[in-house]
């Protein structure tokens, strides 16, 4: 069960990822805890993505597709993994397919969550960050027992910087431009499986159960 989630910055794929997970016993991948953990373990990848992340540069491709399937020989990836934030745009991908290939394996389904730029903006910039301890809150779905107050330790809720809806419209033109030609890209391979992500957390997690079980 070798699955990749698609999805705009808000769509809901990183809760998605994190359930299909849990229910199959397989990783929850992410680059950004790949990197730690091999700079954590100092190993030679690490290293090398650790000088341009100290100067501040975007890992290289060639070497982001290393890591990541250096990851997949770890032994809890024997059952599969899930796959999320990566890859981001179609160069990524046709890295990531090459390297599979070369070791006879391949990604088996690429799941988009879908959902309007509209109720993105929306949804972001109803959360609530708790500046004390961290919680989170949304003004609609999830909001504090007293507005603008943390239930779990009292300090003040703010609205971040980057979930204010002029960042957020910046953050979907990046996904519009960079990343969302990958629906295609796989979509021509044959395992894009698309979802409506406004149906709901658990109706949608419950399409996602039908595809990889079918």
């Given at each position: 069960m070798?699955?990749?989630?698609?999805?705009a910055?808000g769509?809901?794929?990183?809760t998605?990822a994190k359930?299909l997970?849990t229910k199959y016993?397989?990783?929850h991948i992410?680059?950004?805890?790949?990197?730690?953990?091999?700079?954590?373990?100092?190993t030679e990848?690490?290293?090398?993505?650790?000088?341009?992340m100290d100067?501040?540069?975007l890992?290289?491709?060639?070497?982001?597709?290393?890591l990541?399937v250096?990851r997949?020989?770890k032994?809890?990836?024997e059952k599969g993994y899930?796959?999320d934030?990566f890859?981001?745009?179609?160069?990524q991908a046709?890295?990531?397919?090459?390297?599979?290939?070369?070791n006879g394996?391949?990604v088996?389904y690429?799941?988009?969550?879908?959902?309007?730029?509209?109720?993105i903006i929306?949804?972001?910039?109803?959360?609530?960050?708790?500046v004390?301890c961290?919680?989170?809150?949304?003004?609609?779905?999830?909001?504090?027992?007293?507005?603008?107050?943390?239930d779990v330790?009292?300090?003040?809720?703010?609205?971040?910087?980057?979930?204010k809806?002029?960042t957020?419209e910046?953050?979907l033109?990046?996904y519009?431009?960079q990343?969302?030609?990958?629906?295609?890209y796989y979509?021509a391979?044959?395992i894009?499986k698309?979802i409506?992500g406004?149906?709901?957390?658990e109706?949608i997690f419950k399409?996602i159960?039908?595809?990889v079980e079918?």
């Amino acid at each position: 069960m070798k699955i990749i989630m698609l999805g705009a910055p808000g769509a809901g794929k990183g809760t998605q990822a994190k359930k299909l997970a849990t229910k199959y016993g397989i990783p929850h991948i992410s680059t950004g805890d790949i990197f730690r953990a091999n700079i954590k373990n100092g190993t030679e990848l690490g290293a090398k993505a650790k000088v341009y992340m100290d100067q501040g540069l975007l890992v290289p491709d060639e070497l982001v597709v290393c890591l990541v399937v250096d990851r997949f020989k770890k032994s809890d990836c024997e059952k599969g993994y899930v796959l999320d934030g990566f890859p981001r745009t179609i160069p990524q991908a046709k890295e990531l397919d090459e390297a599979l290939a070369k070791n006879g394996d391949a990604v088996e389904y690429a799941i988009d969550v879908d959902v309007t730029d509209a109720e993105i903006i929306s949804r972001m910039s109803g959360r609530r960050a708790c500046v004390g301890c961290g919680a989170t809150y949304h003004v609609k779905s999830v909001p504090p027992k007293k507005e603008g107050i943390c239930d779990v330790c009292g300090a003040n809720l703010i609205l971040r910087d980057d979930d204010k809806p002029e960042t957020v419209e910046k953050r979907l033109k990046v996904y519009h431009d960079q990343t969302q030609p990958l629906i295609e890209y796989y979509q021509a391979k044959g395992i894009l499986k698309s979802i409506d992500g406004s149906i709901g957390l658990e109706n949608i997690f419950k399409e996602i159960v039908k595809i990889v079980e079918a």
